[in-house]
């Protein structure tokens, strides 16, 4: 676990870096991303996975983070976007496991706000992780959310809603450079060859001894 000390609030402002500086330059080593985000509401209910366009922007966020040399968790992809989904006995533990073991959480609670995600919220704030909030503009957040960052290191993320690459990229490169800031490293469980057994993943060239894999076709944003 990340050893970090919890911090009031931070604004998005205040992340950026100097001109000309490196997403996350100061981060010490590859961490372990967990991204959080709806499950439930993103499922289509005629086949049972969820929606074209909530996977696509997901995996956006996802690749933005790998593209970035990081580790990530996510239910999710874990699962096949709901094509083998995981029992309610194995998924919690296989959730709290990756968020014990995390360094910085990225969760989009969503409209409405998810249950899942505020009890993910939950974990890290009591295992006080660094969370950067991924809120929609115009949405009333609990207080249990929205003042999360007086109990644990919180970061409101610039988020305009449109699920651009533009937007994508900018509140990832914000995440990374305020982790950086606050002196995040990797945890004792950063070691590549954990991966499997706690279901993160990474690009397939940050792996050792891994031969590199064929690249995959991009997937196209779909704005709201």
Not at 19 to 47: E, H, K, M, Y
Not at 71 to 88: C, T
Not at 148 to 175: K, N
Request: charged fraction near 15%; hydrophobic fraction near 40%.
């Amino acid at each position: 676990m990340s050893g970090t000390t919890p911090l009031p609030p931070t604004s998005a402002a205040a992340a950026h870096t100097a001109a000309g500086r490196r997403t996350g330059d100061n981060l010490t080593g590859s961490l372990r991303v967990f991204l959080a985000a709806p499950f439930v509401q993103f499922i289509d209910p005629a086949d049972g996975v969820v929606r074209p366009q909530w996977r696509q922007r997901l995996s956006a966020l996802r690749e933005a983070l790998l593209d970035a040399g990081h580790a990530v968790f996510n239910a999710h992809h874990n699962e096949g976007w709901g094509e083998w989904g995981l029992p309610p006995q194995e998924c919690v533990p296989s959730d709290f496991r990756a968020m014990q073991c995390a360094d910085l959480v990225l969760a989009y609670p969503g409209t409405p706000p998810s249950t899942g995600v505020a009890l993910e919220l939950g974990w890290a704030s009591a295992l006080r992780k660094p969370v950067g909030l991924l809120l929609d503009p115009g949405t009333t957040y609990s207080p249990m959310i929205s003042a999360l960052g007086e109990v644990s290191p919180v970061l409101q993320l610039p988020f305009d809603g449109s699920w651009s690459t533009q937007c994508l990229d900018g509140a990832v490169h914000t995440a990374l450079d305020w982790a950086a800031g606050l002196g995040v490293r990797p945890g004792p469980w950063s070691a590549p060859e954990l991966d499997p057994a706690l279901a993160y993943h990474r690009h397939a060239t940050d792996r050792p001894d891994t031969p590199a894999a064929e690249p995959a076709a991009a997937e196209t944003v779909v704005p709201a």
